[in-house]
C-alpha cells in the first residue's frame, strides 16, 4: 500500500482529541480534533462490482442513475430516470428481475429519484410530482403507496427512509427575500409510514439569494454560500447545518440524542479563492463546449456578485449502512477535499479521500456503491471493498490508498 499523509496531520498513528459533554437537555456532545490523526481509509485498486455497458443488451445500459442500495444477499438494486425501473444485478453483476416503469399507477414511477433497501430487503422509492414513496416486495411485487401529507411538490432536498418505515423529508421555502441577505429557511420534517407528518425536527438557515440586474428572474447566492445536508438510514438521522463543523443525530423516534463535533482549521476566504473559483467555473463551462460565457455566466463570475466571508464546513452527510457518519468537507478552490468518517457514539473513525470519478450513493461496513461516467455519459455501478484502520495490519492484495490517485 502506497501511504500519504494527509496536510497538517501529526506522525503516523496519532488519534483524535476526544472530548465528551452531556448538556443540560441530556444530549451527548462529542468533539474531536481530526487534524491530529493520520487514520485513513481506503479502498481497493479495482471494483469488486461493476455492471454497465455502453452498446448491446439494455438490461445493463444506465443513462441516469438515481438511486442504489446494496441487499442482504450481496445483489444490488439500482433505478434509471431514463428507463425508470428498478433493476436487480446478483452479487456477480448478472441481471436478476425488474420492477416497476413509466405510468401514473401503482408501482409505476413519474420521475424516481431516489432509492433504498429496508430490513428484509423491502425495496422504497422516491418519485414526484409531487413527492411519494412507492414500496416493493423483495421479489417485485408493488405493495403500496405513501403519500406525504401535506404534500411536497419537489422532491425531498434530502433525508431518507429509516428502518421503521418512517420517513425524513427536507424543503426549502421560496417565498423568502431576494436581497443576498436573507436564508431561505430550510424546514426538516418527519413523516410517519402512512406519509402523515409527525413533526418538524428543526428549521435551519439555508443559502442566500438575489439577482443581477440584467438578467430577470435568474436567481443565484453568493459564491461559497453554505447550507444544510440532511441523511437517514437504519435508526439514524444524521443533519449537518453546513457552515459549521457539526453533525446532530436523532434517533428513529426523532429525539436528538448526540452532537458530533470537530475542530476544524481556518476558513476564511480569500480573494485568491475567489479568482481561482472564477477561473475554474470558465474552465469548465469551456470544457462543457461552451464558445462564450452567456449573460447568466457572466452575472456568476461578476464582481458584483456577493462572496461569504468563510468557507462552510461540510457540503454533505451521509449515514452509513452500519451507522457510521460520513461528512464530505466543504472545498477549497482547485482542492481535493476528502470526507471525515465518525464512528456511530461520535469517535473520529478515519479520513477518506475521494475516489476518482465515482459519486457515491452507500457506505457500508466494507464497502461504497456509488455510481460511475464515461466520456460517453454512459454510466455504471460500481461496487469497492472499503478497507479500515482496524485491518491495515493484513493489507489486503491490490489495495490502493485513491487519495495518491
Excluded at 437537555?25 to 462490482?49: F, H, K, Q, W, Y
Excluded at 438515481?66 to 433493476?87: H, K, Y
Excluded at 428549521?203 to 430577470?216: E, I, Q
Excluded at 454533505?316 to 478552490?333: E, H, N, T
Amino acid at each position: 500500500m502506497i501511504g500519504v499523509l494527509v496536510p497538517g496531520l501529526c506522525p503516523r498513528d496519532a488519534e483524535a482529541q476526544r472530548i465528551s459533554a452531556v448538556d443540560s437537555a441530556g444530549v451527548t456532545i462529542v468533539t474531536s480534533d481530526p487534524l491530529r490523526s493520520d487514520r485513513r481509509c481506503t479502498v481497493g485498486s479495482e471494483p469488486s462490482l461493476s455492471v454497465g455497458e455502453a452498446f448491446g443488451d439494455e438490461r445493463y445500459e444506465f443513462y441516469n442513475l438515481r438511486g442504489m442500495a446494496r441487499l442482504a444477499d450481496g445483489s444490488v438494486a439500482a433505478i434509471d430516470r431514463r428507463d425508470q425501473r428498478v433493476r436487480i444485478f446478483s452479487a456477480d453483476g448478472e441481471f436478476l428481475r425488474s420492477m416497476g416503469g413509466r405510468g401514473e399507477g401503482p408501482g409505476e414511477f413519474r420521475n424516481p429519484w431516489f432509492l433504498w433497501a429496508l430490513p428484509g430487503d423491502t425495496i422504497q422509492v422516491g418519485d414526484y410530482r409531487p413527492q411519494r414513496f412507492h414500496v416493493f416486495s423483495p421479489e417485485g411485487e408493488f405493495v403500496r403507496l405513501v403519500n406525504l401529507n401535506p404534500l411536497y411538490q419537489n422532491p425531498s432536498r434530502g433525508g431518507g427512509v429509516l428502518s421503521n418505515g418512517a420517513s425524513v423529508n427536507v424543503r426549502e421555502d421560496r417565498e423568502q427575500e431576494t436581497d443576498f441577505r436573507t436564508p431561505r429557511r430550510i424546514f426538516i420534517e418527519a413523516h410517519g409510514p402512512d406519509g402523515d407528518l409527525i413533526r418538524t425536527l428543526a428549521t435551519l438557515p439555508g443559502r442566500r439569494y438575489g439577482s443581477a440586474r440584467d438578467v430577470p428572474r435568474f436567481y443565484f447566492s453568493p459564491v461559497f454560500d453554505g447550507q444544510p445536508d440532511v441523511d437517514a438510514e437504519g435508526a439514524t438521522i444524521a443533519i449537518a447545518p453546513g457552515r459549521d463543523p457539526e453533525v446532530r443525530i436523532h434517533d428513529e423516534q426523532f429525539h436528538l440524542r448526540r452532537i458530533i463535533r470537530w475542530l476544524d482549521e481556518a476558513r476564511d476566504v480569500s480573494r485568491d479563492d475567489v479568482r481561482a473559483w472564477r477561473e475554474q467555473y470558465v474552465q469548465r463551462r469551456q470544457r462543457a463546449g461552451a464558445e462564450r460565457l452567456r449573460p447568466e455566466d457572466r452575472a456568476l463570475i461578476s464582481d458584483d456578485r456577493p462572496v461569504a466571508d468563510r468557507f462552510p464546513a461540510a457540503s454533505s452527510v451521509q449515514v452509513g449502512r452500519d451507522g457510521r457518519i460520513w461528512v464530505r468537507r466543504y472545498p477549497r478552490p482547485r482542492e481535493m477535499t476528502g470526507w471525515l468518517v465518525f464512528e456511530p457514539g461520535g469517535d473520529f473513525f478515519c479520513h477518506f479521500a475521494p475516489v476518482p470519478g465515482l459519486d457515491i450513493y452507500e457506505f457500508g461496513a466494507d464497502y461504497i456503491l456509488g455510481v460511475r461516467g464515461d466520456v460517453l455519459d454512459i454510466e455504471s455501478v460500481a461496487m469497492y471493498e472499503l478497507i479500515t484502520p482496524t485491518r491495515r495490519d493484513r493489507p489486503l492484495p491490490g489495495a490502493t490508498d485513491n487519495s495518491t490517485k
